[in-house]
């Protein structure tokens, strides 16, 4: 009898129900907010992208009640800015999903596709969420660049590679070789908190977006 093959798994399911806590939390944030997105968010921006950026989780009035990772909340107003810099996006400003702005040879995503509660994922949901994180993170070519928001955003990229911890230690600006000839390049997230303490400087993030655009550009 010749073994059964599983299919690959999906980059993304608008139905995912798979983290019990998240789903009856989204249940009831679309009861208070009907007009809100407020279900699982998909990764936007180019099908093939030489740069990924992958995020933590989508924000209560941003990516959840927009349906557009880093739209609607204070992260995405860097965000957007420093991608329209260094030319991965059609605009400084994301305004909502049908403003027509695009990305170019650009992608966000985040670790977590479903709002959670506190803004805080358990690890868990983390875990359950990482397949589709896997799924966009295999398609990528040879000589991409991945950009984790955080340590929690880096930790699940090494998860999804397989990769140990101790191995890639995280920090703002460290750069890592990944399986295929992929790159992995760190950051502080783009969060109010760390702009506005500081922690993060916009000097700081477009250093990150350089090396990026360089390692592109390096092919």
Known sequence: MSPQILPDPPAFDLDCRR??????FLDQVKQDHPHYHARPVAPFGAER??????????GMHGANATGRPFTGD???ILLYRTLHAHGFSSAPVSESADDGLRLLDCRITNAVKCLPPQNKPVGAEIRAC??????EL?????GAVVLALGSIAHQAVLRAFGLRQKDYAFAHDAQHALPG?????DSYHCSRYNTQTRRLTEPMFHAVFQRARELIDAG
Do not use: K, Q, T, Y
């Not at 983290?19 to 009856?24: A, E, F, H, N």
């Not at 992208?49 to 989508?58: D, E, N, S, T």
């Not at 000839?181 to 390049?185: E, M, N, P, S």
């Open 19 to 24: 983290c019990p806590r998240l789903s009856s």
């Open 49 to 58: 992208p030489r740069l990924l950026i992958v995020g933590l989780a989508p």
């Open 74 to 76: 204070h992260a995405g």
């Open 130 to 135: 990482n397949a589709f994180l896997r799924a």
């Open 138 to 142: 295999e398609a990528l070519d040879e």
């Open 181 to 185: 000839g992929r790159h992995l390049i």
